[in-house]
């Protein structure tokens, strides 16, 4: 399994907002590249105050080769989406992870 995770930081004065459009707009449209199977939002939980909100956005996919067709077909374009959406008041930081076992 192949993670593409997207850590957010987002201005208190939009929190409500982006949290609905992730879930209204932009998570049904990474879904629908068919690129991903599923998605989970994670708020990061601190006592550091950092002057906003972070959120762990995961998009999960079967290889990485689903992850690149993504970057090479859509990336792009829902990344213009959400910069014309939101600009500078979210700051976004992209990591890849690759499971290597899981525990139970």
Known sequence: MFIYNVTAHVEPSVENIWLDWMEQNHIPEMIATQKFTHSKIFKIITDQDTGGVSYAVQYYCEHRQDYEAYLEEDA?????????????????????????????
């Open 76 to 104: 792009n374009r829902l990344r213009q989406k959400t910069q014309a959406k939101f600009g500078e008041r979210i700051l976004f930081f992209r990591t890849e992870l690759q499971l290597i076992q899981e525990y139970s």
